[in-house]
């Protein structure tokens, strides 16, 4: 099936741990994104990038990281996990905006991170 | 920055009409609404972009107000299946990531 596909679903882990989410989309599409959805809701732009260009939120801490080893991929690393990380991440994708148009984005289901 | 959503959360009976709210303090190139679902994914609805644009899908239909910054999404004869969580997301230019609003929690009951 076409989608937007992330690994792991579930991920537990203790505060100070290093771990990553992985994204992988077969729709074509050139642009990606991550997001942080808190515990009230709040969907939260993270990153967008494709292969020229990376826009970072500002209030993200730099114990975030995005790799993409290929345009079909946007993995997302996080160094000394913290409490307040606990959230789900969702990754999402879509075509490249041009000048005049804006394209909607298609979400991946989700990974719930917990951190004790 | 982030655009303001009213109300909060709405409860409806199957068959009344609904209407969500969506307001930016800067100028918008686009305005985006999704609905979620609880422990699902976001879902695209639509996207607008021009001023006084309209759109619709099926009896779930949108506006934009350029000029006023505003966005209002439209729930005719509201069912079972539209109770989720409605989001705006604006953007404030032609390049940028987009800022979505707090959410409308919709509960629809029989």
């Known amino acids: 099936d076409t989608a937007v596909s992330q690994t792991p679903k579930y991920l537990v882990t203790q505060m100070g741990n290093d771990k990553s989410i992985k994204c992988e989309q077969n729709l074509g599409h050139d642009t990606m994104y991550w997001y942080k959805q808190d515990s009230k809701k709040f969907l939260k732009i993270m990153f967008s990038y494709n292969n020229k260009e990376l826009i970072i939120n500002e209030t993200v801490p730099n114990r975030f990281s995005p790799k993409s080893p290929d345009k079909a991929h946007l993995n997302l690393h996080i160094n000394s996990l913290e409490l307040g990380d606990s959230a789900v991440y969702f990754c999402?994708?879509?075509?490249?905006?041009?000048?005049?148009?804006?394209?909607?984005?298609?979400f991946g289901p989700g990974t719930r991170l917990t951190v004790l | 920055q982030q655009p303001v959503q009213s109300p909060q959360a709405v409860i409806l009976r199957e068959g009344e009409d609904a209407v969500i709210n969506c307001s930016s303090s800067?100028?918008?190139?686009?305005v985006h609404w999704y609905r979620q679902k609880h422990g699902e994914a976001p879902v695209f609805l639509m996207i607008?972009?021009?001023?006084?644009e309209q759109k619709g899908h099926e009896k779930i239909s949108a506006s934009f107000n350029e000029k006023k910054q505003q966005s209002s999404l439209y729930l005719t004869a509201s069912q079972l299946s539209y109770s989720g969580t409605y989001f705006c997301g604006t953007e404030p230019g032609s390049q940028g990531n987009l800022i979505f609003g707090k959410g409308t929690k919709l509960s629809v009951k029989p």
């Open positions: 999402a994708s879509s075509y490249q905006r041009l000048a005049g148009a804006a394209n909607e984005q298609f």
């Open positions: 607008l972009l021009k001023g006084g």
């Open positions: 800067k100028a918008l190139y686009s």
